[in-house]
């Protein structure tokens, strides 16, 4: 093959990369950002939040007799590169989830590497494809705050769709008021991991995954 | 470009087709069947099930005084193209989800289209991407039955790795007795499907999507 040749497929080749790209961007990758070290169980779980587009909320529901119920939604911890790793949520009390959090509102939200695309062959429930799960309060956003506004920036600038969503379905803000951290990178168990630690991460650390 | 070009770089093509379909696999396909029309809300849910490999299982946690805890895990429904519509599961009792459920059965399973990759560019918590809430009771499957044989060989034929997970783990097999189910794959809220519908549906509606 000559140099005209190679260059040719060296076109062909990068075409290739793109739709690969394209594609890992469909499935909810933002950022090409690489994964932390697994013992780094601050960096690991920030990069988990910031960079999965969805995930399931789960609920205590008040249809069917007190029952753990889960509800895939999407979600923002921020704008883009700004990660806070405070999950924001666009509801409808005409879903069950937000309506149980009226009643109830105690609540987790649990997200999995494996829609990043970053694990490979290894299966979904394999400890070193990564997973989080954040439990505690999920609370409405008080209505005409600055916080409003940040979770709607957070979430419209992510989600580009919503800004469009039926305006008679009176969707609201929510955040997950996070208690407790349950994070799984590695063999061994989940990580020993404070709310404080999560939310307050070394910043050298947190530059290189938002 | 001449012919041998034109041909040369077909053969390049037909690289790129196999790279983004092996993607596409590693995301959780197993099989490129068409999505039900979502009229058709049984073979829609049995759809969502068989594509799928993992999901997010709650249950009531005994650690989080009562919280409603998902976590990420793998399943199978039945041998490849041949699934029963009820999720199987391989647990630990090391990890939470399976000692909260010796204590309260209670549980849900959910699972989203997102991750099979036939939402496109739609929003995961857009209403026309699908996901399904199947509600019941989280069972150990009794050893050395019929049953167990069927859970490992369904597991373990969906995710090859299982069989060498450590055996001082003490991994078993679990099953949800489903109770209720929620589908969400079309405006106007959930579809009415009782389980009977979803675990029987008409042969000639399963007979394309399995």
Not at 54 to 68: C, F, M, Q
Not at 169 to 192: M, R, S, T, V
Request: with cysteine; glycine share 8%.
């Amino acid at each position: 093959m000559g140099t005209k040749g190679l260059l040719r497929n060296l076109h062909v080749f990068s075409l290739v990369l793109f739709l690969v790209g394209f594609q890992g961007s469909a499935q909810g990758r933002f950022f090409s950002v690489k994964k932390p070290d697994p013992k780094e169980a601050a960096a690991t779980a920030r990069w988990l939040v910031s960079q999965n587009s969805w995930g399931v909320l789960n609920t205590i529901s008040s249809d069917l007799g007190g029952a753990p119920f889960g509800n895939v939604v999407s979600f923002s911890d921020g704008l883009p590169k700004k990660g806070t790793g405070i999950p924001y949520f666009y509801l409808t009390t005409l879903d069950p989830t937000a309506k149980d959090a009226m009643k109830d509102e105690r609540a987790s939200f649990t997200i999995s590497e494996y829609p990043i695309g970053t694990c490979g062959k290894i299966d979904p429930e394999n400890p070193t494809c990564a997973k989080i799960t954040l439990t505690g309060k999920l609370k409405l956003v008080d209505k005409n705050s600055k916080e409003e506004e940040f979770a709607k920036s957070s979430l419209f600038s992510k989600h580009v769709e919503m800004k469009d969503w039926p305006k008679d379905h009176n969707f609201q803000f929510f955040k997950l008021e996070i208690q407790n951290i349950f994070l799984i990178d590695w063999f061994g168990g989940p990580k020993p991991l404070s709310v404080d630690e999560y939310l307050h991460p070394k910043k050298n650390k947190l530059s290189s995954i938002l």
